[in-house]
């Protein structure tokens, strides 16, 4: 009688962007397709990877904390296995190891196409530190989604050249590399045949996808493509760099049906002056005139933005034309964010680092400032019927939940709302808003 071998259980824990969690799920496939058992609950599995982010200073810090406390299970289970891999492996590499010697194995982003080799080799008791090139990292592939079924990420190009000087991403990721736009449309096509009907485009820069193949932006054209999918419902796009948005994409997005009127525009400021030392392009007049643009070509657009406050030489006058800014363009959604000093990066040699407490405090009252646009924002579109994606049901409120058509997974804001008929996770439905309460708003299904 033959004896039925154990197999090892992996759990895989991903922290940072949605770059980030389509690493995992791609490692995730591997792992799964070489017969290991992926288990969700950490304190089961035989082997733990930590997939990190290492992009600012408390994506550092949660980093750490997940590892210590995965660590931690050593304490009862001494063989058990952690392993870290992602963005704080590859930017510290041999440092990790050292720092949090209880570690079975340190692996930078190339080492991710030879996960399941280096998961073996750990569960057989060696420790492994492996930093192959970084250009190696495999963005093709099989995926095993950790995302609800009816959504999923779609990354469209790795790495960035960009070089603002605020950013380790090229440092850790290494330049701009564009996917295949074949290796695209068929990833996509095979989740839209799993079930998927929203796909979120990811890369650092999307407006850039292309121009390392053809000299110049290939976005469009995919789009274009990705709408003549059959099944696919919601194109979302995140990260276009507002020098990279032209008439034609804005057309695009205006005249595609699937394409969602959505366009997250990371900005970082308005200042002409703190642009320039960021290695960003553009001024207060140039990006107010963008929007305007897009806000006239796209009625209805939700246009979302990033923004950096205290950076260093930043002025009183500087901080105070951010604030101006925020309050007459009025993003539909908004971050701030405070300065985070990056060691290896240019912006940490520039003068007038501020404090950190006046960084936060600069955040803060950015915050504070979109905070008051979301709520009239919401107060505007009671009576509105928006397109809604359904997420759940939430048996405490009795009402189920999504997201509208202005809200990207994991980012923006929820609605709860009710319905006279039964609903399924990943149906969109029109729902008419009825109350916005605390940034949320609450409506019923039409």
Same mark, same amino acid.
């Given at each position: 009688?033959?004896?039925?071998?154990?197999?090892?259980?992996?759990?895989?824990?991903?922290?940072?962007?949605?770059?980030?969690?389509?690493?995992?799920?791609?490692?995730?496939?591997?792992?799964?397709?070489?017969?290991? @058992?992926?288990?969700?609950?950490?304190?089961?599995?035989?082997?733990?990877?930590?997939?990190?982010?290492?992009?600012?200073?408390?994506?550092?810090? /949660?980093?750490?904390?997940?590892?210590?406390?995965?660590?931690?299970?050593?304490?009862?289970?001494?063989?058990?296995?952690?392993?870290?891999?992602?963005?704080?492996?590859?930017?510290?590499?041999?440092?990790?190891?050292?720092?949090?010697?209880?570690?079975?194995?340190?692996?930078?982003?190339?080492?991710?196409?030879?996960?399941?080799?280096?998961?073996?080799?750990?569960?057989?008791?060696?420790?492994? @530190?492996?930093?192959?090139?970084?250009?190696?990292?495999?963005?093709?592939?099989?995926?095993?989604?950790?995302?609800?079924?009816?959504?999923?990420?779609?990354?469209?190009?790795?790495?960035?050249?960009?070089?603002?000087?605020?950013?380790?991403?090229?440092?850790?990721?290494?330049?701009?590399?564009?996917?295949?736009?074949?290796?695209?449309?068929?990833?996509?096509?095979? $989740?839209?045949?799993?079930?998927?009907?929203?796909?979120?485009?990811?890369?650092?820069?999307?407006?850039?996808?292309? /121009?390392?193949?053809?000299?110049?932006?290939?976005?469009?054209?995919?789009?274009?493509?990705?709408?003549?999918?059959?099944?696919?419902?919601?194109?979302?796009?995140?990260?276009?760099?507002? /020098?990279?948005?032209?008439?034609?994409?804005?057309?695009?997005?205006?005249?595609?049906?699937?394409? $969602?009127?959505?366009?997250?525009?990371?900005?970082?400021?308005?200042? =002409?002056?703190?642009?320039?030392?960021?290695?960003?392009?553009?001024?207060? @007049?140039?990006?107010?005139?963008?929007?305007?643009?897009?806000?006239?070509?796209?009625?209805?657009?939700?246009?979302?933005?990033?923004?950096?406050?205290?950076?260093?030489?930043?002025?009183?006058?500087?901080?105070?034309?951010?604030?101006?800014?925020?309050?007459?363009?009025?993003?539909?959604?908004?971050?701030?964010? =405070?300065?985070?000093?990056?060691?290896?990066?240019?912006?940490?040699?520039?003068?007038?680092?501020?404090?950190?407490?006046?960084?936060?405090?600069?955040?803060?009252?950015?915050?504070?400032?979109?905070?008051?646009?979301?709520?009239?924002?919401?107060?505007?579109?009671?009576?509105?019927?928006?397109?809604?994606?359904? /997420?759940?049901?939430?048996?405490?409120?009795?009402?189920?939940?999504?997201?509208?058509?202005?809200?990207?997974?994991?980012?923006?804001?929820?609605?709860?709302?009710?319905?006279?008929?039964?609903?399924?996770?990943?149906?969109?439905?029109?729902?008419?808003?009825?109350?916005?309460?605390?940034?949320?708003?609450?409506?019923?299904?039409?």
């Amino acid at each position: 009688m033959k004896v039925k071998m154990m197999k090892y259980r992996i759990s895989v824990i991903s922290l940072g962007c949605p770059k980030n969690q389509v690493d995992a799920e791609i490692m995730l496939a591997k792992l799964k397709n070489a017969d290991f @058992e992926i288990v969700e609950d950490p304190r089961y599995a035989d082997l733990i990877i930590v997939n990190t982010c290492g992009f600012i200073e408390s994506a550092k810090k /949660e980093s750490i904390e997940n590892i210590l406390d995965m660590l931690s299970y050593k304490e009862d289970y001494p063989d058990k296995k952690v392993l870290v891999t992602g963005c704080l492996a590859e930017r510290y590499q041999t440092q990790v190891m050292e720092q949090m010697p209880e570690l079975d194995g340190v692996v930078g982003i190339g080492a991710n196409e030879n996960i399941v080799e280096i998961c073996n080799k750990i569960l057989k008791g060696d420790r492994c @530190e492996l930093f192959p090139d970084k250009m190696s990292l495999c963005f093709d592939g099989g995926r095993e989604l950790t995302t609800p079924s009816y959504t999923a990420y779609l990354k469209i190009a790795e790495g960035c050249s960009n070089n603002c000087t605020y950013c380790a991403i090229p440092m850790i990721r290494g330049p701009f590399r564009s996917r295949q736009p074949e290796s695209i449309l068929e990833e996509a096509q095979k $989740l839209v045949l799993s079930g998927v009907k929203e796909i979120t485009l990811v890369a650092q820069d999307t407006s850039r996808y292309g /121009e390392d193949l053809y000299g110049k932006s290939a976005l469009v054209p995919l789009l274009k493509s990705l709408c003549k999918i059959e099944g696919l419902k919601w194109i979302r796009i995140l990260y276009l760099y507002p /020098e990279r948005i032209d008439d034609l994409l804005i057309d695009t997005i205006a005249n595609e049906d699937k394409i $969602l009127k959505y366009m997250d525009i990371p900005m970082q400021h308005c200042s =002409a002056n703190v642009l320039k030392r960021m290695n960003r392009k553009g001024d207060r @007049e140039s990006l107010t005139n963008l929007i305007a643009k897009i806000r006239e070509r796209i009625p209805g657009v939700t246009i979302r933005s990033t923004l950096i406050a205290g950076f260093p030489g930043e002025t009183e006058e500087e901080f105070n034309e951010l604030c101006e800014f925020i309050e007459e363009v009025k993003f539909e959604r908004m971050g701030c964010f =405070a300065y985070s000093e990056e060691e290896g990066t240019a912006a940490t040699k520039l003068d007038g680092m501020l404090p950190e407490e006046e960084r936060v405090k600069r955040a803060d009252i950015i915050n504070d400032i979109q905070g008051q646009i979301l709520d009239d924002i919401n107060d505007s579109l009671i009576g509105e019927k928006i397109d809604t994606i359904v /997420e759940g049901y939430d048996g405490y409120t009795d009402s189920y939940y999504g997201r509208t058509v202005m809200d990207a997974i994991d980012i923006d804001t929820t609605i709860y709302f009710t319905s006279e008929r039964e609903l399924d996770e990943g149906d969109i439905v029109k729902v008419e808003v009825i109350n916005a309460i605390d940034g949320e708003l609450t409506g019923e299904a039409k």
